[in-house]
């Protein structure tokens, strides 16, 4: 278990629709990282949120936006869903931002699905 | 941008068969990391490699880091069951592009 916990697990949603991800990190981590996992593929980097702001971001629309709270936890919004948006989505925890470039620690995922 | 690719797609051993599996940059990396991941669950780091020509160790599996910091590789000896699961690649940029970039996996599956 790596302490990282996101929720919902499982989430059914229908195109055009707006969702909400969550992701507690790991105790002591001050930096939270989001991937889009589509089925067979490997990881592709949303963005990163390091002490409260975003500090890197991947080739995503703006429609994918997120938060980190004081307490360093974060979300991922969604808007305007589409059906491509259909992915297991993870958040990873480590520390020191980007260029900390340590051990990321994720967590179990939230499994979107777009119908 | 970056492209981080991965080879074989897929590797079916049977137990006690070695593995290798291979990263290649388009890019020069300032790390790369290794993650694995079984059916179902989540990546699990494995390594960090940062310098040049860098090999580590961890049991039955080997990792290296190419001289030009554009490639590296995993070789896991006499496979188990156990080893069964996906394989990534994580490559971070230089020149303050720090954005990591999987590669597309290696599913490893073993037949005992």
């Known amino acids: 278990e790596t302490g990282v916990t996101q929720s919902p697990t499982h989430l059914i949603k229908t195109r055009g629709q707006q969702v909400t991800l969550r992701c507690s990190s790991q105790?002591?981590?001050?930096?939270v990282s989001w991937y889009q996992q589509a089925l067979g593929q490997g990881p592709q980097f949303i963005f990163q949120?390091?002490?409260?702001?975003?500090?890197g971001r991947g080739n995503f629309p703006p429609r994918f936006s997120g938060l980190q709270f004081p307490n360093y936890s974060s979300e991922l919004n969604v808007n305007a869903l589409e059906l491509d948006d259909s992915a297991l989505y993870l958040c990873?925890?480590?520390?020191?931002?980007?260029?900390?470039?340590?051990?990321?620690?994720f967590g179990p995922g939230t499994r979107l699905t777009v119908l | 941008g970056q492209q981080v690719m991965q080879i074989p797609q897929y590797q079916h051993v049977q137990e006690g068969e070695d593995f290798t599996t291979y990263c290649n940059s388009s890019t020069t990396l300032s790390n790369i990391q290794w993650y694995k991941q079984r059916p179902g669950g989540h990546p699990v780091f494995l390594i960090q490699?940062?310098?040049?020509?860098e090999v580590k160790k961890q049991k039955r599996l080997t990792f290296q880091f190419g001289e030009a910091k554009k490639n590296s590789s995993l070789h896991i000896t006499a496979t188990q069951t156990t080893d069964v699961g996906t394989y990534f690649c994580?490559?971070?940029?230089?020149?303050?592009?720090?954005?990591?970039?999987f590669g597309r996996g290696t599913s490893l599956i073993v037949h005992p």
């Open positions: 949120y390091y002490r409260e702001e975003e500090n």
């Open positions: 994580a490559g971070r940029g230089t020149g303050g592009s720090y954005i990591p970039t």
């Open positions: 990873a925890s480590s520390m020191g931002g980007l260029a900390g470039s340590n051990e990321q620690f």
């Open positions: 490699l940062v310098k040049s020509g």
């Open positions: 105790s002591g981590h001050n930096t």
